[in-house]
């Protein structure tokens, strides 16, 4: 069974900066896409970004791109997400995503893509 748990929301200022983690479980052996959502109320999930299953590629949302940065621990098992210069406009509940590292017709940002899902971290970014 696999499993993702969100850590590292929280409060914070604009221009500030927050880390997000997720820790995979369950997985055995075979490379997977991961990737980041949000979901803020009354608004439909967005793809944020996005590590292709060759651990190298990545995928941004236009509205983050040179802010956020994606990354992978594989000793871990644990996907980062590192937020930089936050607006309001960021202000979301978050969400880890990973498929089951088969062909997919839908690409890295499209939420059917993903096969589970975690329970989400709150990020919240004051003006």
């Known amino acids: 069974q696999v499993q993702l748990v969100e850590s590292g929301g929280g409060s914070v200022q604009a221009g500030g900066s927050l880390r997000l983690s997720c820790a995979a479980s369950g997985y055995t052996g075979r490379s997977y896409c991961m990737a980041w959502f949000r979901q803020a109320p009354g608004k439909e999930r967005e793809g944020v970004a996005a590590l292709d299953s060759d651990g190298i590629s990545t995928g941004y949302a236009d509205s983050v791109k040179g802010r956020f940065t994606i990354s992978k621990d594989n000793a871990k098992s644990t996907l980062y997400l590192q937020m930089n210069s936050l607006k309001p406009e960021d202000t979301a509940m978050y969400f880890c995503?990973?498929?089951?590292?088969?062909?997919?017709?839908?690409?890295?940002?499209?939420?059917?893509?993903?096969?589970?899902w975690g329970q989400g971290t709150q990020v919240t970014v004051s003006s």
């Open positions: 995503a990973a498929d089951r590292g088969a062909a997919s017709g839908y690409g890295v940002l499209h939420p059917l893509r993903y096969d589970y």
